[in-house]
């Protein structure tokens, strides 16, 4: 069997699994907060990758987290994944802390890292139901589920298939059904278009969009500025650390002093020091013309 074998059908309405249910945090926080970093810091040794992180992302919306090369931005991700421990500040995830807490406010979550990490001797049902044991999901109910997103994604015929023979792209397909398997209230999402074919990533899209239309939440970060634009309701930029911009499209655009239509790589560029960018890629174009 071969990927290119599976021939598309007319698309069925799609339905994502919805977001569960859950009670209002008992400390007096606004239940519409699904996220709120609070003066978040993380240090290896002498450096500081990210200081003093304040965020709040609201229930029901997407909002994108954006920043160049070694602003902190894959740390705070993997902070917020639970992977790595802040050194300083608070984490809460639908009211519940990740250090104190972490069972609980991990269970909220569904991550996708930029790289499809998977047990290779698995067959991608099998993956699926291990994914939704460690969850303590599993049944008729989550083997309908796993059902139901291997078809969105076209990889019916390859469920007992050994993950060893998936394709690159079939692999991250693989690795976003399984963050929705246990039905998470957030999605964190790194780099969510890599190795994705054009269909995958429309359907991707389409995917979030009706995550958050039934209350769910995503949390995205990307290189690709043109995708935050387009899906984002909100975007934080962060910089050697820090958040140096957040806001709508239009706030954006006012706290940079852009123009009124300017798109979002204009926004990232003059925040972020494209002035300096600028002055290199003139640099190269001299020197290519001579």
Wanted: hydrophobic fraction near 40%; aromatic fraction near 6%; charge should be negative.
């Amino acid at each position: 069997m071969t990927e290119s074998q599976s021939v598309d059908a007319p698309e069925a309405p799609m339905a994502t699994p919805a977001p569960p249910a859950r009670g209002a945090p008992g400390d007096g926080r606004s239940a519409e907060t699904m996220l709120e970093l609070r003066g978040v810091v993380k240090r290896y040794g002498d450096f500081t990758a990210v200081k003093g992180l304040d965020l709040r992302v609201e229930r029901g919306e997407i909002f994108g987290f954006l920043g160049p090369n070694g602003a902190g931005k894959t740390t705070t991700i993997r902070m917020v994944a639970g992977v790595l421990r802040p050194s300083e500040g608070t984490l809460l995830l639908g009211g519940d802390d990740l250090v104190a807490d972490p069972a609980a406010a991990k269970s909220r979550l569904g991550y996708i890292p930029d790289r499809p990490y998977l047990y290779e001797k698995l067959s991608g049902g099998e993956f699926l139901r291990f994914v939704a044991g460690l969850w303590g999901k599993d049944g008729p109910e989550a083997e309908a589920r796993g059902d139901r997103l291997l078809e969105l994604f076209k990889l019916t015929e390859w469920k007992n298939e050994l993950i060893e023979s998936y394709s690159h792209g079939m692999r991250q397909k693989l690795l976003i059904s399984s963050a929705l398997i246990h039905q998470p209230e957030m999605i964190l999402v790194d780099e969510p278009m890599v190795g994705l074919d054009p269909r995958a990533a429309r359907l991707l899209k389409d995917l979030m969009r009706a995550f958050v239309e039934e209350g769910g939440t995503i949390f995205l970060s990307t290189h690709t500025l043109e995708v935050a634009e387009a899906l984002c309701d909100r975007i934080a930029i962060i910089s050697e650390g820090e958040v140096i911009a957040q806001g709508t499209m239009d706030e954006l655009r006012a706290q940079s002093e852009a123009a009124g239509g300017a798109h979002l790589e204009e926004i990232f560029l003059k925040v972020t020091g494209g002035d300096a960018m600028q002055d290199v890629i003139e640099g190269l174009r001299e020197a290519i013309q001579r």
